[in-house]
C-alpha cells in the first residue's frame, strides 16, 4: 500500500474518477496522488482535483509508469489500467488492471530465465495461467494477485521478453485440467530430482489440518522410473549424498550441504522457534523469552517420497518440540541467517564420548516446496531432451488435460 504516488504514461492518458472523465495529460507528464483526510489529492505542479473514490489512469495507445519504481532493473511500466484504491490509515492499493494473456507476459520472464528453451516457457506459461486462475487461497479483496512471489513475480511490461511472450501467445488460453477442474498448478525452482505430493508440503488454507487432503494430480514422482521412495532416514540420506541422473542436474541448489556446531544450532533454533511456533506448527508452542533447553539431537518422525520431512523432532534436555511442515522447518534451521533450500534433506550428527552433539551436517536437494513443475527441470527437458511443453507438464501432473480454459456462456 502506498500514501502517495507519480504515474505517467508514455503517450498521452486520461484520468478518470468514479468513471467519470476527469483530464487528458500528455506523456511523460507525472501526475502525484497523495492520500489525505479520507481524499485523494491529485496534482501536476497545481491540484487538479481532491476527490474520493476510485482513480483510474488509462493510456490506450501506450504504456502506465510508477515514477521511481524500477522493477527487473528497469523503469516499471504496465500494460492495461492502473486503479487507486483506498485501503486503510490514510494509504491505497495501486492496482494493475489488465487481460491474463497479458498480464502473462509480464510474469513468465520473472518466473522462468528465456535460456530455459520454448518448450519450458510455454509449461511455465500453462503453469502460470492455472495458478492465477485458480490460486490456492483468495487473500485479498481489492485485487486478484500480488506482484511478488506470495502470488507470482508479476514486472510488467517493461521487463517482457520476446521469446516469454512468444511463449505466452503460442499457448493462449490453455490450462491444465483434471477431469473438468482447473488444476492447482504449483510449482518451484528444483525439485531435487524427486517432486513431493502436495498433502504433504502444503496445509488446509481455512483448518490449519496436515498433511492435508491429497490432490491425485500432484503426487510425488522420481525423474528417474526406478527411484525407490526415499520415506526413510537411509534412503534420504544415500540420495541426496549422491548425486544421481535427473532433470533437475544443472541447479545450482541440485544438491546442497549445511553444518552446524551444537551452539550455532542451538543458537539458529532459539531465534527461530518463537516466530515458527506462531505458526501453529510447534508442539509445543514456544514463546518469545523462554531459553531453549540444550539441543540433544534431531530426529525425523515423517518423510514423503522424495525424502522431503513432514515431521521432525527437536529432542532437548528438557523437552521435545515437535515441528511440522516444509516452510516451517526450513525456516527454523537457518544457517548463517539463510533458510534452509528445501526440506528435502537428511542429518548426519556427531556426538562426543559422553553422548553430548557435537555438529550437525544436513545433507540436501533441491529449491522450494517440490511440488508440481520443477522449473530447472522444464529446462533441461526443453533444451537437453527436445520434450513438448505437453509432455514436460504431464511429467510434473500426473494424469492431466490441456483445454480451453473454461468460458461460461449466458443469454
Known amino acids: 500500500s502506498y500514501s502517495q504516488i507519480g504515474i505517467f504514461g508514455t503517450e498521452k492518458f486520461k484520468i478518470f474518477v468514479n468513471n467519470a472523465e476527469l483530464c487528458e495529460l500528455p506523456s511523460g507528464t507525472v501526475v502525484d496522488v497523495k492520500f489525505s483526510n479520507g481524499k485523494f489529492v491529485i496534482s501536476n ?37 492502473i486503479e487507486l484504491v483506498e485501503y486503510k490509515n490514510g494509504t491505497f492499493h495501486v492496482v494493475n488492471v489488465l487481460e491474463v494473456e497479458d ?7 520473472n518466473e522462468m530465465p528465456v535460456r530455459f528453451g520454448l518448450e519450458a516457457l510455454k509449461a511455465q506459461s500453462v503453469a502460470a495461467r492455472n495458478y492465477v486462475l485458480s490460486p490456492r487461497t483468495k487473500a485479498y479483496n481489492a485485487f486478484d494477485v500480488v506482484d511478488s512471489v506470495a502470488s507470482q513475480v508479476y ?27 482447473l488444476i492447482l498448478a504449483q510449482y518451484s525452482s528444483t525439485a531435487g530430482g524427486y517432486t513431493e505430493s502436495f498433502s504433504n508440503v502444503f496445509s488446509d488454507p481455512v ?47 541440485f544438491r546442497w550441504v549445511r553444518t552446524w556446531t551444537r551452539e550455532e544450532l542451538q543458537k539458529a533454533i532459539q531465534m527461530n522457534l518463537p516466530a515458527q511456533s506462531a505458526t501453529g506448527f510447534v508442539y509445543p508452542s514456544f514463546n518469545r523469552g ?21 515431521e521432525l523432532a527437536i529432542v532437548t534436555r528438557g523437552k521435545t518440540y515437535i515441528v511440522k511442515k516444509e516452510l516451517v522447518i526450513r525456516r527454523l534451521l537457518t544457517n548463517q541467517g539463510k533458510a534452509l533450500p528445501s526440506a ?33 527441470g522444464a529446462g533441461f527437458m526443453a533444451t ?22 473454461p468460458v461460461i456462456l449466458s443469454s
Not at 511472450?165 to 477442474?181: H, N, P, S
Not at 523462554?290 to 513432514?310: F, N
Not at 505437453?390 to 483445454?403: E, F, Q, S
Request: aromatic share 10%; net charge neutral.
Open 155 to 181: 514486472y510488467g511490461a517493461g521487463s517482457e521478453k520476446d521469446l516469454a511472450t512468444k511463449a505466452v501467445e503460442e499457448t493462449e488460453g490453455i490450462v491444465a485440467l483434471y477431469g473438468w477442474d
Open 384 to 405: 537437453e531432451m527436445n520434450l513438448p511443453y505437453d509432455k514436460i507438464l504431464k511429467h510434473y501432473y500426473t494424469g492431466i488435460t490441456l483445454a480451453t480454459k
Open 290 to 310: 523462554e531459553v531453549l533447553p540444550e539441543i540433544k539431537r534431531l530426529d525425523v518422525k515423517s518423510r514423503g517420497d522424495s525424502g522431503k520431512i513432514i
Open 344 to 376: 528435502n534433506v537428511a542429518f548426519e550428527q556427531k556426538f562426543d564420548s559422553n553422548g553430548r552433539l557435537v555438529s550437525v551436517t544436513a545433507y540436501g536437494g533441491g529449491f522450494g516446496h517440490g511440488v508440481g513443475l520443477s522449473q530447472y
Open 207 to 253: 483448518t490449519k489440518m496436515f498433511p492435508s487432503v491429497p490432490k491425485p494430480y500432484l503426487i510425488a514422482k522420481p525423474d528417474l522410473p526406478n527411484q525407490i521412495a526415499l520415506n526413510s532416514d537411509d534412503s534420504a540420506l544415500n540420495y541426496y549424498k549422491s548425486m544421481p541422473d535427473s532433470y533437475d542436474i544443472k541447479s545450482p541448489y
Open 45 to 81: 505542479g497545481e491540484v487538479l482535483d481532491e476527490v474520493s473514490g476510485v482513480i483510474r489512469f488509462e493510456c490506450k495507445h501506450g504504456r502506465l509508469g510508477v515514477a521511481g519504481l524500477k522493477r527487473a532493473g528497469s523503469q516499471a511500466l504496465y500494460r492495461g489500467n
Open 103 to 109: 498480464y502473462l507476459k509480464g510474469v513468465v520472464p
